[in-house]
């Protein structure tokens, strides 16, 4: 997968996406890298431990979060796209957003993909902006919104209707003029869901590695793991390594993960295992 000039290869290990959220109101780590300087740094730290790619966010998709303007978002996460790229990782940088003007301006500051939670239908343009600037694109599955997907969300079949939902919406990304080896699918672990319904698209994860395309999961630290384990966010370190090491080894090709040196360990041993070229 090339994402505006960038080569992204699958297959031979699993990507390890470092959340970097400047926001002051995420479920994990809120506030913690507003000031660019900090935020520089983390993403430096996370890249060292063996993240491949930054996931930047200004605008918290927790449960219940409230949209942020435009603006606001844009003043938090550009200048730090800006001071990452003048530091020349050599990693991707996606951004994590749902308005097709901040993800202008995020590649125009130097990012690769778009990661998209509304799966490019939060705003009209988006997928013109993807498919007019080369980048690649996440489309994640969610039902309503930040503040209302929790709900008590139903489903007759979570895996057939997660699965026709993304299926439809790579169809209108294609047809938006979105190139179809661009195209990364995330069957949205903790957007709209139960911790039941999250299980049971964790079971059948090989479904979706029907559209042949790259797979993503984000189960980093979420409630569903707390819930389970009866702990705080900040005390779900393994649980979140049971899903990485269960998601690869069910072909997953990316996991987004907040302790970068943790799950790119487990990954390595876990890619040894599964991974045919190994």
């Known amino acids: 997968?090339?994402?505006?000039?960038?080569?992204?290869?699958?297959?031979?290990?699993?990507?390890?996406?470092?959340?970097?959220?400047?926001?002051?109101?995420?479920?994990?780590d809120g506030g913690t890298?507003?000031?660019?300087?900090?935020?520089?740094?983390h993403a430096k730290t996370m890249v060292a431990e063996g993240a491949t790619i930054i996931d930047i966010g200004g605008e918290s998709s927790r449960p219940g979060a409230d949209p942020v303007p435009t603006d606001?978002?844009?003043?938090?996460?550009?200048?730090?796209?800006?001071?990452?790229?003048?530091?020349?990782?050599?990693?991707?940088?996606?951004?994590?957003?749902t308005k097709a003007e901040v993800a202008r301006k995020a590649f125009e500051a130097g990012a690769h993909i778009v990661n998209d939670i509304t799966a490019l239908r939060g705003d009209s343009v988006m997928a013109h902006v993807a498919a007019e600037m080369d980048a690649g694109v996440i489309l994640m599955h969610m039902r309503g919104t930040p503040r209302t997907m929790q709900n008590a969300?139903?489903?007759?079949?979570?895996?057939?209707?997660?699965?026709?939902?993304?299926?439809?919406?790579?169809?209108c990304a294609i047809e938006s003029g979105i190139a179809p080896d661009r195209i990364i699918i995330d069957p949205g672990i903790g957007f709209g869901k139960t911790i039941k319904q999250n299980l049971q698209i964790l079971r059948q994860l090989d479904v979706f590695k029907r559209f042949n395309k790259p797979l993503l999961i984000g189960t980093s630290r979420k409630s569903f793991i707390g819930n389970l384990l009866d702990l705080p966010v900040t005390e779900r370190l393994e649980g979140s390594l049971a899903t990485v090491c269960w998601a690869i080894a069910r072909g997953v090709d990316i996991v987004r993960v907040h302790d970068v040196q943790a799950?790119?360990?487990?990954?390595?041993?876990?890619d040894v295992l599964f991974r045919e070229n190994k």
């Open 1 to 28: 997968m090339n994402c505006r000039g960038k080569d992204l290869i699958f297959g031979e290990r699993t990507h390890i996406m470092g959340v970097l959220n400047v926001t002051p109101d995420s479920f994990s």
């Open 33 to 41: 890298y507003l000031n660019i300087d900090s935020a520089v740094l």
């Open 72 to 97: 606001v978002e844009i003043n938090r996460v550009i200048p730090v796209i800006r001071a990452l790229v003048s530091e020349q990782l050599n990693v991707l940088y996606s951004v994590d957003t």
């Open 153 to 171: 969300p139903k489903y007759e079949n979570v895996v057939d209707e997660v699965y026709a939902s993304l299926e439809s919406w790579i169809f």
């Open 263 to 270: 799950s790119f360990r487990a990954a390595r041993i876990t």
